[in-house]
């Protein structure tokens, strides 16, 4: 899988402030550390659902894979 389809820390940096992170993937369930070790896939984050913040950064994303 290449880099582009994998959403890191560094691409929810340009969104959220590490606060902010935290609460994000606590409130989704989502293992904080494990994510900042290995990221998660593009659909994978999308599958969250709706959410500003989550598109924000998948737009960030794809633009930067272009």
């Given at each position: 899988?290449?880099?582009?389809?994998?959403?890191?820390?560094?691409?929810?940096?340009?969104?959220?402030?590490?606060?902010?992170?935290?609460?994000?993937?606590?409130?989704?369930?989502?293992?904080?550390?494990?994510?900042?070790?290995?990221?998660?896939?593009?659909?994978?984050?999308a599958s969250?659902?709706?959410d500003a913040?989550?598109?924000?950064?998948?737009k960030i994303?794809?633009?930067?894979?272009?």
């Amino acid at each position: 899988m290449s880099d582009d389809r994998i959403i890191t820390i560094e691409d929810l940096r340009k969104v959220f402030c590490i606060n902010g992170m935290r609460k994000w993937a606590a409130e989704r369930g989502l293992d904080f550390r494990s994510f900042v070790k290995n990221g998660i896939t593009v659909d994978e984050f999308a599958s969250f659902g709706e959410d500003a913040y989550l598109e924000q950064v998948l737009k960030i994303k794809h633009e930067a894979s272009k």
